[in-house]
T-cell receptor, first 113, second 110 residues
Framework: GEEVAQTPKHLVRGEGQKAKLYCAPIKGHSYVFWYQQVLKNEFKFLISFQNENVFDETGMPKERFSAKCLPNSPCSLEIQATKLEDSAVYFC???????????FGPGTRLLVL | QKEVEQNSGPLSVPEGAIASLNCTYSDRGSQSFFWYRQYSGKSPELIMFIYSNGDKEDGRFTAQLNKASQYVSLLIRDSQPSDSATYLCAVSRGDDKIIFGKGTRLHILP
């Protein structure tokens, strides 16, 4: 598609439940990035993929967060056993190459109660 | 020292005036610099990018980069109420990771 698509728009989970977010990059873009935006607009890089391969996962909390980009499927970000502090907007972005501009999806707003 | 710093604002500018947004960064190896605009509750959208020292103009927007001083700025001429948003400065070393500042809230006063 012409835009990065993210689903769902909103997600509410009880503490300890699993959350799974999806991202379809722009067609032809090889790189996918996940960011977490908490209050006061602070963006945190989580992970990036080059096609289905993890490129950089230095921002991922190792214990509960995982992500995948499989061929012919939307990319996913999964949070096992969510915590209150996971409440944030999770943005996915894609780009044609490492150096190119990243284009953002609309985000998924996760609320953990 | 934070990697990308911006004044959080709010910055209030009268309609029609020039809004000046500033950003400093700590990594001297940074190569690519971006300004994103984010309306409340929306995803960020790219306004400008700049790679070389100097000015880059696009319509009412001018990005200025000074690598020696490690700052990048965004000027918005003839400010409009629709320019009211949070402006995020983002910096990349040229690899995949973009580091964002916390953003500056801009409020254009009608």
């Amino acid at each position: 598609g012409e835009e990065v698509a993210q689903t769902p728009k909103h997600l509410v989970r009880g503490e300890g439940q699993k959350a799974k977010l999806y991202c379809a990059p722009i067609k032809g873009h090889s790189y996918v990035f996940w960011y977490q935006q908490v209050l006061k607009n602070e963006f945190k890089f989580l992970i990036s993929f080059q096609n289905e391969n993890v490129f950089d996962e230095t921002g991922m909390p190792k214990e509960r967060f995982s992500a995948k980009c499989l061929p012919n499927s939307p990319c996913s970000l999964e949070i096992q056993a969510t915590k209150l502090e996971d409440s944030a907007v999770y943005f996915c972005a894609s780009s044609q190459s490492r150096e190119e501009t990243q284009y953002f999806g609309p985000g998924t707003r996760l609320l953990v109660l | 020292q934070k990697e990308v710093e911006q004044n959080s604002g709010p910055l209030s500018v009268p309609e029609g005036a020039i809004a000046s947004l500033n950003c400093t960064y700590s990594d001297r190896g940074s190569q690519s610099f971006f300004w994103y605009r984010q309306y409340s509750g929306k995803s960020p959208e790219l306004i400008m990018f700049i790679y070389s020292n100097g000015d880059k103009e696009d319509g009412r927007f001018t990005a200025q980069l000074n690598k020696a001083s490690q700052y990048v700025s965004l000027l918005i001429r003839d400010s409009q109420p629709s320019d009211s948003a949070t402006y995020l400065c983002a910096v990349s070393r040229g690899d995949d990771k973009i580091i964002f500042g916390k953003g500056t809230r801009l409020h254009i006063l009608p």
